[in-house]
């Protein structure tokens, strides 16, 4: 009888490795095709399923780290540091309020809004060390775009139809708790909400997921695939989301996205994106009269807008509020708007529920999946890895500077795929600095007797 080793099974290798590409890959198609107001039935918290969906990824997370043999990375690295110290934040902060003692309803608000983050920061540990490839990252974000361009489809039809197809997107053991109408006005339009909690949440997704649409129909077209019209078809949806959204938020996040696009891309692809640009506008202005009208109205009377004074004038009291609990907040999601008020400016409201401790460590969140984006395209000489990365700092800058104007942890959908991302940005830097040690990780060789 003999023992033959086999050889190691590499991460670039064409044998399927052990990795959560597929829950995380369900996790955001659920998480894109399930309207944001279903809840689970029979519980006392008002938990999405996703939540739920996210905390299972978390513990078989924590249950495949305790093991060597299921192919999870192990080991330092930046994204995971960081989400581990959010995690510690959130912690801290909890303890802190419930140790002082609050009313029931924000006693109620902080506990739903932990297992929600916790749920989220979850998913994103799961990508940083169970994406062990480069093409299950690929895969999760080429979910990303089809979930996106599914809410974006759903909200267009909201948009102009007038058909709410989220009132047939339901299962049994769930109920809607929302309150607001699932689609709003502004000026003669009507803004979509889609599949996600709020027209502004909506706006900022497809924002946040054009980028990626842009990428795969870019990288097909220049592969030459037979379907590339797909993504092309999947970007026309995304940037349709984004203008019949008309939210600020949305138009200034996609603005900087296309800014850092900008930057990385050849002159030859600057022109022909300016000329699409232009293009693009002119159809939409000619198919929705008034539409871009309307949008560039958003921005020349600013001054003048009551949405944006009414912003203005809830930062002096929650200035108030802050300087009672300056370290670690008041406590997370007890800022509950019905009681308090609206306060449309995530950094601020971090900081209100969070503390400066808080804010430091959304702040690191955000940085550190840019950092890791950037620093993989430092690292490789790959053009097309080198545009992924850039991609990914361009969906990245879009919530970083959205969450001036929009409160974006208060939304479950926008919240999680951004934690996932910068995850998967975590997973990129680990594969290109480790591509030995990853597959040793990953559950490496066989032996085979005969």
Known sequence: MTT??????????????????????????????LPAKLVLQGIPLDLAPTMLFGLGIGVLWFCAQQVDTLGVAKGRNVVRTVLFCYAITQLLTYGA????????DELKATDRTLITLFS????????????????GV???LKCMVLGATFMSFVGILQS??????TDFLTLPGLRSVSTEETILERSIFRRPSGTAGHPIEYGVMCAFTAPLALYFAFRANRRREPRQWLWWCCFAVISGGIMFSLSRSAILGAAVAGLVLFYSWSWRVRVRMAIAAGV?????????PGLVGTLIALFSNFSQDNSIKGRLVDYAPTSLRIERYPWLGH?????????YGWLDNQYMMTLLDNGIVGLFALVAVFLSGIYA??????????PELRDLAMTLVACLSVPTVAAITFDMLAYALITGLVFLTVGACGALLRHQREPVGSARAAGSSARIET
Request: hydrophobic content about 50%; glycine content about 8%.
């Open 331 to 339: 406590g997370v999601g007890t800022n509950l708007p019905l009681k």
């Open 120 to 135: 989220v920061i979850a998913a994103g540990l799961a990508a940083v060390d169970g994406l062990r490839t480069r093409k």
């Open 97 to 104: 309020a419930t140790y002082s003692g609050l009313p029931a």
């Open 138 to 140: 690929e895969l999760v």
């Open 373 to 382: 984006a950037l620093r993989v395209r430092s690292l490789t000489g790959d």
């Open 4 to 33: 033959t080793v086999l050889p190691p099974v590499t991460a670039d290798s064409g044998r399927p490795l052990k990795d959560a590409t597929v829950l995380l890959c369900t996790y955001v198609l659920v998480l894109c095709a």
């Open 280 to 288: 693009f506008l002119v159809i939409m202005r000619i198919l929705v």
């Open 160 to 165: 102009r139809l007038g058909v709410d197809l």
